[in-house]
């Protein structure tokens, strides 16, 4: 036997030493025991028909367009969010009807807007203004809320291409919290079950050129506590015949 043959017996055999000496070390591998077998998805209802037309949306499904707005330099920081919001409210009731009792009062109380910005009735129902780029663009978005009688929150963005105003999103609904997340904005609901809220994710859609509800999910509230009202019935949104997002689930 030559010496690198004798080298390996001695390794082989210091190794086997060492394994026997640990066969006690309570730090040891040790099995898990069987492992589930992986189940793929099942699917129900296999020989289902096809539907005959999609179901309906509650987001809004097209850009609207804004006229009578001024854009100066094409900044949105530049304009006056209430005059948007008179234009556009005017323009386009969105989730409301416009014999709706809450538009009506919504669009009276526009007007006090300008009146109200040195020293009026305190009546403008807009409230403070942020500016996100949401489409990714490079330019910042108007995201605007409005106070109706009903006690919803009429959220409206818009953004400016071309010199030009145009509506990206519009919703109304029961909202308890709103929040910016890059470029996503989250919506807080009230839920009509008692002790949950919807958490909605508005997203820009570059095929649509318009905000989407990309996630919809209840969770259980923060405060379950507190008294939940109901959620309102559904409506549709401006430029589409499709319920918006304050419609039911």
Not at 171 to 200: F, K
């Amino acid at each position: 036997m030559n010496r690198s043959r004798l080298a390996l017996a001695a390794a082989l055999t210091a190794a086997a030493a060492l394994l026997v000496a640990g066969c006690g070390d309570p730090g040891g591998l040790r099995g898990a025991g069987a492992t589930p077998t992986a189940e793929g998805p099942t699917h129900l209802w296999p020989d289902l028909p096809p539907p005959s037309a999609p179901a309906e949306d509650y987001g809004a499904i097209e850009a609207v367009k804004v006229t009578g707005v001024k854009v100066p330099g094409g900044d949105l920081h530049k304009v006056d969010p209430a005059d948007v919001v008179r234009a556009d409210f005017i323009q386009n009731p969105g989730t409301y009807e416009p014999s709706d009792t809450a538009y009506k009062k919504t669009v009276d109380r526009l007007k006090d807007c300008a009146a109200d910005n040195s020293g009026g009735t305190g009546r403008c129902p807009v409230l403070k203004a942020y500016y996100r780029d949401l489409t990714g663009d490079g330019k910042d978005d108007l995201i605007v809320g409005i106070s109706t009688p009903d006690d919803n929150l009429d959220i409206r963005v818009y953004a400016e291409e071309d010199r030009r105003l145009t509506q990206i999103m519009e919703m109304s609904d029961a909202v308890l919290g709103v929040e910016l997340a890059g470029r996503d904005l989250i919506i807080r609901a009230i839920s009509s079950l008692p002790g949950y809220e919807y958490h909605t994710v508005w997203s820009w859609d570059a095929h649509q050129k318009t905000m989407l509800p990309t996630s919809d999910e209840i969770v259980r509230s923060a405060n379950a506590s507190r008294p939940k009202s109901p959620r309102p019935s559904p409506a549709r949104p401006s430029g589409s015949a499709s319920p918006s997002a304050g419609g039911s689930r």
